[in-house]
T-cell receptor, first 110, second 116 residues
């Protein structure tokens, strides 16, 4: 079983709609969680950290469910520029050894 | 100003050759990494250096040898290239100490290696 699993998608989303997707992790001792965004043929960039109480950054909301070992990302009022692959990242072991999921592709259509 | 820069961006070479990728960061970070992203898009860590000391060394063939001359530079040398080495190699940097650590990795633009 992979340490971090994501639905690869693609999630095809009309502009203005809401999309949400999850990521599951296998190590219950995981301590830190992040969402990164990767555009086609570009480097990953941090989108947001995920806190235990859940957190919001503009149109993006991240949630953590430790009991079921998943994190989620919700994008409201989708923009064309939100089209990207969203990588779930978990710090399970020693700091620096972040485990990346394979990503969920989101395609926002006009 | 480029924060994490790596060269070359593209590399096409024959099997059996030796090649190097260089990385430099001007963010003042104390830790640097090499990640490999294969065709399935998984980003897997290969190596990490903290203040020039190797701290992460994953199960990577010993044909891959990292070198960190100082904390702002991390290079990757690959000997006897194989078809399976074709991938995008990303350099990244961060702070490791808890006080300054936000958990954010800053990635370079990647070096796309194609082995023919």
């Amino acid at each position: 079983r992979k340490e971090v699993e994501q639905d690869p998608g693609p999630f095809n989303v009309p502009e203005g709609a809401t999309v949400a997707f999850n990521c599951t992790y296998s190590n219950s001792a995981s301590q830190s969680f992040f969402w990164y965004r990767q555009d086609c043929r570009k480097e990953p960039k941090l989108l947001m950290s995920v806190y235990s109480s859940g957190n919001e950054d503009g149109r993006f909301t991240a949630q953590l469910n430790r009991a079921s070992q998943y994190i989620s990302l919700l994008i409201r009022d989708s923009k064309l520029s939100d089209s990207a692959t969203y990588l779930c990242v978990v710090n399970s072991y020693s700091w620096g050894k972040l485990q990346f999921g394979a990503g969920t592709q989101v395609v926002v259509t006009p | 100003d480029t924060a994490v820069s790596q060269t070359p961006k593209y590399l096409v070479t024959q099997m059996g050759n030796d090649k190097s990728i260089k990385c430099e960061q001007n963010l003042g970070h104390d830790t640097m990494y090499w990640y490999k992203q294969d065709s399935k898009k998984f980003l897997k860590i290969m190596f990490s250096y903290n203040n020039k000391e190797l701290i992460i060394n994953e199960t990577v063939p010993n044909r891959f040898s990292p070198k960190s001359p100082d904390k702002a530079h991390l290079n990757l040398h690959i000997n006897s290239l194989e078809l399976g080495d074709s991938a995008v190699y990303f350099c990244a940097s961060s702070f490791r100490g808890k006080r300054m650590n936000t958990g954010e990795l800053f990635f370079g633009e990647g070096s796309r290696l194609t082995v023919l």
